[in-house]
């Protein structure tokens, strides 16, 4: 079925490395893509999104990357920081009911 | 900070019983989404509200239901609690159905 998934359940992360998080969608008509942060305790947190007539866009210090030939994005952090340590969760709404669908998300451990 | 609150933060309940959360959605916003979070998972939607009507619904059964009031404010209501539906319930507020949804910090549930 349609899902929306992260290759990765955790990922360690030198302080001031980049890091890059993947996932992978299997709706090939999917239009539209959004990254959360979650830190422990709190609800997500909208970091960037991605419409699918982009291959980039880039925030503060982070990029996402959107390659449709084989469904897959990836959030790139730059110069990571102990702050960004949370889960990451890409997410993706349905067409015509627009609930997000999460994959289980990939924690993201900054390393001082 | 979103501006989207949830109330209350944590709850304790047992089997069998009733519970109620709510939530105010960021101001400007009409719809609100509601979002079970089991530990170590992503989100998973459970409905939504639009202008007071319910514009959608997950995989979940009738004893979960809900309300959205004229201010866009929204109550989750969950009866029967079962133990499976300890979990962190997710509230998030957008300014329509298709635009970016911002969550607010949660309410953790537990059924003892």
């Known amino acids: 079925g349609e899902s929306v998934g992260l290759h990765l359940p955790t990922l360690s992360v030198q302080e001031g490395d980049n890091s890059i998080i993947n996932c992978a969608y299997s709706n090939s008509a999917s239009d539209y893509f959004i990254w959360y942060k979650q830190e422990s305790g709190k609800g997500p947190q909208f970091i960037i999104d991605?419409?699918?007539?982009?291959d980039k866009r880039q925030g503060q210090r982070v990029t996402v990357l959107l390659n449709k030939t084989v469904k897959h994005l990836s959030l790139q952090i730059a110069a990571t920081q102990p702050g960004d340590s949370a889960v990451y969760f890409c997410?993706?709404?349905?067409?015509?009911?627009?609930?997000?669908?999460f994959g289980k998300g990939t924690r993201l451990s900054v390393i001082a | 900070e979103t501006g989207v609150t949830q109330s209350p933060t944590h709850l304790i309940k047992t089997r069998g019983q009733q519970v109620t959360l709510r939530c105010s959605s960021q101001s400007g916003h009409n719809t609100v989404s509601w979002y079970q979070q089991a530990l170590g998972q992503g989100p998973q939607f459970i409905f939504q509200?639009?202008?007071?009507?319910?514009?959608g619904r997950g995989n979940f059964p009738p004893r979960f239901s809900g309300l959205q009031f004229p201010n866009y404010s929204s109550e989750l209501n969950v009866n029967a609690l079962e133990l499976d539906d300890s979990a962190l319930y997710l509230c998030a507020s957008s300014l329509a159905i298709q635009e970016t949804q911002y969550f607010g910090p949660g309410t953790r549930l537990l059924v003892l």
């Open positions: 509200y639009y202008r007071e009507e319910e514009n």
């Open positions: 997410a993706e709404p349905r067409r015509g009911n627009t609930p997000l669908v």
């Open positions: 991605i419409r699918s007539n982009m």
